[in-house]
């Protein structure tokens, strides 16, 4: 089913933000969705919610092979609704069944910010279980580094700058979303 909304807009399959953390998924995948009308979901509260525990519990107990596969499996049920905006943890997209779950279902976007970008933004919170580390910098870094060329392999790549607002880089990617009539047809 489409989804239409008051811009003129139809939204035909679900649109997934993969990044790295920091790379604005939720702020900007919120605006997303609120522009085009359609719900705005986010994978990792979907797992908590599905769990009733917090992801960094099932990654201390259960482990992180255990927690892949139940968000996958979580992310292949939300594909599988109405099209919205959903928002991944950082590491979903490296999952090849997450890959091919959204290719089949949907249409992935990475919000490609620079790495002093992401520093910027994630530098001052204590929100990151990743980089509680000696050198959350280098942590970063690394991760950064491991993480990109898999990234790279979504559809449709937006660059974020650290100096654009929300506005902005919303129009950004809608307007990126718009050259694809198969995911967002503009009707107006």
């Known amino acids: 089913m489409l989804q239409a909304s008051e811009n003129a807009f139809y939204l035909k399959k679900t649109v997934v933000l993969v990044g790295m953390m920091g790379s604005g998924k939720t702020a900007i995948g919120k605006a997303m969705a609120a522009r085009l009308g359609v719900p705005f979901l986010d994978s990792d509260a979907a797992i908590e919610e599905a769990a009733s525990v917090s ?3 099932i990654f201390e107990r259960d482990g992180e092979a255990f927690f892949r596969k139940r968000e996958a499996e979580v992310i292949e049920r ?11 943890g950082g590491g979903a997209f490296l999952t090849p069944s997450v890959r091919d779950a959204i290719a089949d279902k949907g249409a992935a976007v990475w919000l ?3 790495l ?3 520093w910027e933004r994630v530098r001052n919170k204590d929100t990151r279980p990743l980089l509680r580390t000696q050198n ?6 690394d991760i950064f580094d491991a993480r ?3 990234y790279a392999m979504a559809g449709i790549h937006a660059t974020i700058t650290g100096v654009a607002s929300i506005e902005q880089t919303t129009d950004m990617v809608i307007d ?4 694809h009539p198969d995911i967002l047809e503009k009707t107006a």
């Open 55 to 57: 992801i960094a519990e």
């Open 78 to 88: 939300l594909l599988a609704g109405e099209p919205c905006i959903l928002s991944t």
């Open 112 to 114: 490609d910010a620079k």
């Open 116 to 118: 002093q970008t992401l």
């Open 136 to 141: 959350p910098r280098q942590t970063l870094s």
């Open 148 to 150: 990109v060329p898999v």
């Open 176 to 179: 990126l979303l718009s050259q």
